[in-house]
């Protein structure tokens, strides 16, 4: 069983960075692409990040673009979501997501796994 946990949240203030981590468990990590999602409080979840399973492609939302950046270390069978220069509106919980094929992007229907996520609060 795919078990994907997320860590790293936490309360900051705004222009301060947070790095996420989503370790994957139970499966073969080169195997999956990964997407980062959010969701605010009252709102819909929204797409922020994804990285193909090669990690040679990677895909931001508009809004992070040039502040975030993901990753993915094979070895430690972990994804990353750095995020710099964090703003109010980035208050959300962030949640990884895994799926079976080689990079999916931003429907979030793909993906085949799900961590439980994570609070990331930025304070102005």
């Known amino acids: 069983q795919v078990q994907l946990v997320e860590s790293g949240g936490g309360l900051v203030q705004t222009g301060e960075s947070l790095r996420l981590s989503c370790v994957t468990s139970?499966?073969?990590?080169?195997?999956?692409?990964f997407g980062w999602f959010r969701q605010a409080l009252g709102k819909e979840r929204e797409f922020v990040a994804a990285i193909s399973r090669s990690g040679v492609v990677t895909e931001y939302t508009d809004s992070v673009l040039g502040r975030f950046t993901i990753s993915r270390h094979n070895a430690k069978n972990t994804t990353y979501l750095q995020m710099n220069n964090l703003k109010p509106d980035d208050t959300a919980i962030y949640s990884c997501a895994a799926t079976t094929r080689s990079y999916v992007g931003k429907p979030s229907q793909e993906y085949d796994y799900w961590g439980q996520g994570i609070q990331v609060t930025v304070s102005s």
């Open positions: 139970g499966g073969s990590f080169g195997k999956y692409a």
